[in-house]
């Protein structure tokens, strides 16, 4: 099954990094390598995004669209990634996102089907 | 339907509704329908059994009308009718099939409620009626949350099979929470006993099956042991009035001494793998209450020693109230108020942490302060044979 995990940071976290010295930093950046590469054969592509602060969101459900500045919904958690990817069930699923060193939230969401 | 066929027909539905289940899901790989199937065979043993009487192979005749209702309304699916029009009974039984039943309806994706409603619908074969009833929820409102539990478990893979290895005992205590839970429902419930099914029964044989089924993990023996300790001694818990009895008031000729050796051993054989958790622990509490001969005669030492133990596993408020109360008969009642003081914030909610307190101010003569304590205990709780007891403490108190 195919599955698209969101990346989820908060601000505690956010503050956590920008805390970090160099080597500590470092050292972080290397687990999540770590964990990318001992994931790679489950990995199918995803993308870490800009900070919510350069997001544009279009509302369409209200006539003419509505274009405004920021994400959809403001909040102190913002999705800061995803990634696709496949694996048996649900259960080998939050295996793979347990091990997970970075941000503190992940959502596992189940692919219906896939646009292109 | 009198009381004693209804509980011949809950037992025999729930000897064979699980397993029934847990047959067709493997035969036809579809969790969602294989349980509406079994849930309609169910619904019509329900109709015909009270008058046609128990058949003699109960689960020959549910599997009977499940594969019939199958044929009938999955025409449109051609391989699912051909892999059930090749069953034949008795369906072939793997000993574990229940088991991963019970693994996927509490599956920790699944809400809470969700899990409990649909581990008693699926493995105990309760009705969604049933089940609504029990937790005084609207039937339909039941019905959704069945409905929603299922799709999520299609929709998003949650797999139908134990537990890997590494896994086993973190999803075992959401197994064992669900079970507690029922039994908690049943047992201290404000829901009136008038339902064809007992919680309580349920939760009892929900322990049962999975400590048969596990019999190797301690934790499932000490629920099980704590579910027959506590029902061991239900029938003191209500005088003849149907008024509660606190258990140093409680006539202990009335307890189960059998059903209390019973458990207690297979506690000891639990205890022997040296694991300790908070099922067993509880269990070993209440076996201390149960195996004293007098309130007097109760072991508060090792009692409180227990509750250490518990909070050092499992930290709980709650739990640390219950040892105030064991502290107040070993250490007395001063001692107990200086402990029960430090939880006044966090329980400050909770009607027994006001009930325990005004039973330690009327030891200390501050009678006062005790009523006041019994009247805040008395607005928290909705339980009606609590609210009795506490109306007659406070009346009772000079």
């Known amino acids: 099954m195919k599955y698209v995990l969101l990346f989820v940071e908060t601000e505690e976290f956010a503050d956590e990094m920008a805390a970090l010295g160099a080597s500590e930093r470092e050292r972080a950046h290397a687990r999540v390598n770590e964990w990318f590469a001992s994931h790679a054969d489950k990995l199918r592509g995803g993308s870490r995004l800009k900070s919510p602060d350069t997001a544009t969101t279009v509302r369409l459900d209200r006539g003419d669209p509505v274009i405004v500045d920021g994400p959809f919904v403001e909040g102190k958690e913002v999705v800061s990634g995803y990634l696709e990817i496949e694996v048996a069930d649900l259960d080998e699923a939050l295996r793979v996102v347990k091990t997970w060193p970075g941000c503190p939230v992940v959502e596992i969401r189940p692919i219906e089907f896939e646009a292109m | ?398």
């Not at chain 2, 509980?7 to 329908?33: I, K, N, P, Q, Y």
């Not at chain 2, 199958?70 to 069953?87: E, H, P």
Request: proline share 5%; with cysteine.
């Open chain 2, 1 to 398: 339907m009198n009381d004693v066929v209804a509980a011949e027909l809950a037992c025999a539905v729930r000897e064979h509704a699980g397993r029934l289940a847990a047959s067709l899901v493997r035969v036809t790989g579809d969790f969602a329908t294989a349980e509406d199937l079994v849930q309609d065979a169910v619904l019509s043993a329900l109709r015909h059994w009270p008058t046609e009487g128990i058949p003699e192979h109960p689960d020959a005749w549910l599997f009977t009308v499940a594969r019939r209702r199958g044929l009938d309304s999955l025409r449109r699916d051609a391989n699912y009718r051909a892999k059930l029009a090749q069953l034949e009974w008795p369906v072939q039984p793997e000993p574990d099939e229940r088991l991963r039943l019970i693994f996927t309806c509490c599956h920790p994706a699944l809400p809470r409620e969700a899990q409990i409603a649909l581990t008693l619908r699926v493995v105990c074969g309760m009705t969604t009626a049933q089940i609504g009833r029990a937790f005084l929820v609207p039937e339909t409102t039941m019905a959704q949350r069945i409905t929603r539990a299922k799709r999520k478990i299609a929709e998003a893979g949650i797999p139908y099979r134990i537990p890997a290895d590494d896994e086993l005992s973190a999803r075992l205590t959401e197994v064992l929470a669900v079970i507690y839970l029922l039994f908690n429902e049943g047992y201290l419930g404000t829901a009136e006993q008038v339902h064809s099914r007992d919680l309580v029964d349920d939760a009892e044989w929900l322990a049962s099956l999975l400590y048969t089924l596990m019999p190797t993990e301690p934790e499932a023996a000490g629920l099980l042991a704590l579910i027959r300790l506590h029902r061991a001694r239900a029938a003191a818990r209500f005088d003849e009035d149907g008024r509660f009895v606190l258990l140093p008031q409680q006539d202990r000729s009335l307890w189960d001494s059998a059903a209390i050796a019973d458990a207690t051993r297979i506690l000891t054989r639990a205890a022997k793998q040296r694991q300790p958790g908070p099922y067993q622990l509880q269990a070993a509490i209440i076996a201390c209450h149960a195996e004293a001969e007098s309130w007097e005669h109760t072991d508060w030492e090792q009692i409180v020693l227990l509750y250490d133990m518990l909070l050092h596993l499992a930290p709980s408020p709650v739990t640390r109230l219950n040892r105030t109360i064991a502290l107040r008969y070993l250490s007395g009642a001063h001692a107990a108020m200086t402990e029960l003081d430090t939880l006044a914030g966090e329980l400050d909610r909770f009607h027994l942490y006001h009930a325990t307190r005004a039973d330690l101010l009327r030891e200390l003569g501050r009678f006062e302060e005790a009523r006041a304590s019994d009247g805040r205990a008395l607005e928290l709780t909705a339980n009606p044979a609590e609210q009795e007891l506490l109306q007659r403490r406070i009346a009772n108190t000079p």
